[in-house]
């Protein structure tokens, strides 16, 4: 009969939960205190921000800035996400290496957000202000934001995010690449996608062609 595990917490001794692998207490430190805040100790969860924090900053400060606004929140959400992810954590690092990459994630999202965000407040800011539409202009525009918010809630995800940058917000393929972490050709292809996705919706409506040409 196999000798049940002490450290293991309760939900891993109901298998609703992976165990932490084999020995990996006797090398990491934390691993006790990771294993008790798993299983739910306050306590321990509490011993395991204060232990793991002061070296999540030094990563964060690194990219984000020294004195980023956002230093502490990020910090904060890099400690939630190492206490949720410890339920798949398989001990292939330490538990402080493991924060320590959850930590950097988080960070690198951040600056992507911002960085998508500033791009469109600068586009937002370079638009000239157009003249006042005349009413048919004005029912073409909103039929086509009408057809392009329907193909948008169609599309997977990711095609409607290359859309949205490229039809909506104007954004290159190299920006699009760079804010979404992809090649470029990989943006190419999403792109491609969609529009096949669009040319099937122009069938419907031909004054969709001019969004069509926007995305080329």
């Known amino acids: 009969m196999m000798q049940e595990d002490p450290w293991q917490p309760e939900r891993v001794r109901q298998g609703l939960l992976q165990p932490f692998p084999a020995g990996t207490m006797a090398v990491d430190p934390l691993a006790q205190v990771a294993r008790a805040a798993l299983d739910g100790d306050i306590g321990a969860q509490r011993r395991l921000f204060e232990a793991v924090a002061p ?58 957000r911002q960085r998508t965000t500033a791009r469109k407040l600068e586009h937002a800011r370079q638009l000239r202000v157009p003249e006042p539409p005349t009413p048919r202009e004005a029912i073409l525009a909103n039929r086509q934001r009408k057809h392009l918010r329907e193909l948008l809630e169609e599309l997977p995800g990711i095609q409607a995010e290359a859309l949205a940058m490229r039809a909506v917000l104007g954004h290159s393929l190299d920006e699009i690449a760079e804010a979404t972490g992809v090649p470029v050709n990989t943006v190419r292809s999403r792109l491609r996608l969609a529009k096949e996705a669009l040319r099937r919706r122009i069938d419907s409506d031909p004054s969709l062609g001019e969004l069509l040409e926007e995305t080329s």
């Open 55 to 112: 070296a999540l900053l030094p990563p964060l400060r690194m990219i984000l800035g020294p004195g980023h606004p956002d230093l502490e929140d990020v910090l904060q959400d890099a400690l939630l996400g190492l206490l949720q992810g410890l339920a798949s954590f398989r001990g292939e690092s330490s538990v402080l290496h493991f924060a320590r990459c959850i930590a950097t994630k988080r960070a690198i999202e951040l600056c992507r």
